[in-house]
């Protein structure tokens, strides 16, 4: 969450959803999405490194042939906050794990750093809210290796319903070379402050 952030592109509504891209962002394109959508298959990612960060300021499912990282041995997860029955590595677990939830309410973030800088394609995330109504916003950042201000790439919002929309995927095509880190900025719900961030899981390729 460091530097200014770009202009934004004007709000698109999808179905129950509001999308907007970084500026200077065209090549981006969202894949197919639903709710309550597709069944999800995930490849391993053993032994995820991380760290707890303190206060306020590691993956999602493929189509067939998807070659996704294997963010444990290329990069360390950082986090803001986790509830240690939902940890952090979980988001990246093969077997379909129970995700990452936070342990603190509020704004949280979540940022792959690589120990060497990667050409990125493909960022895929996975939200599941079955419980409340809420109304949520992520940003999606990425900071080059040669330095400078951290860029936006996407910045989302989305309403969980339990009786109606209660998984969220985002599926997005990118074309990023020299990618340092990517950042992950949730804040649970923007109409109130004491919702826990969720993430089901995270898929780089």
């Known amino acids: 969450m460091t530097g200014s952030r770009p202009k934004?592109?004007?709000?698109?509504?999808r179905n129950n959803r509001e999308w907007r891209t970084?500026?200077?962002?065209?090549?981006?394109?969202?894949?197919?999405?639903?709710?309550?959508?597709?069944?999800?298959?995930?490849?391993?990612?053993k032994g995820v490194r991380k760290r707890i960060v303190g206060s306020v300021g590691t993956i999602a499912s493929p189509a067939p042939g998807a070659h996704w990282m294997d963010l444990g041995q290329i990069a360390?997860?950082?986090?803001?906050?986790?509830?240690?029955?939902?940890?952090?590595?979980?988001?990246?677990s093969a077997g379909g794990g129970p995700g990452w939830r936070a342990s603190q309410n509020g704004e949280q973030q979540i940022r792959l750093i690589f120990d060497q800088a990667q050409a990125v394609r493909r960022i895929q995330l996975h939200f599941l809210e079955p419980t409340f109504d809420r109304l949520q916003e992520f940003t999606v950042?990425?900071?080059p290796a040669d330095g400078g201000q951290s860029r936006e790439i996407v910045r989302q919002q989305w309403n969980f319903s339990p009786g109606g929309s209660t998984s969220e995927?985002?599926?997005?095509?990118?074309?990023l070379d020299g990618v340092s880190a990517l950042e992950l900025v949730i804040r649970p719900d923007l109409t109130n402050n004491e919702a826990l961030a969720t993430l089901a899981a995270w898929r780089v390729a």
């Open 141 to 143: 950042r990425w900071s």
């Open 8 to 13: 934004k592109r004007r709000f698109t509504l």
């Open 76 to 92: 360390t997860v950082e986090v803001t906050s986790e509830d240690p029955k939902f940890p952090v590595e979980s988001a990246f």
């Open 22 to 45: 970084g500026a200077g962002n065209a090549d981006i394109h969202p894949r197919v999405t639903t709710a309550d959508g597709p069944a999800f298959c995930f490849r391993e990612n």
């Open 169 to 175: 995927l985002e599926d997005y095509e990118v074309n």
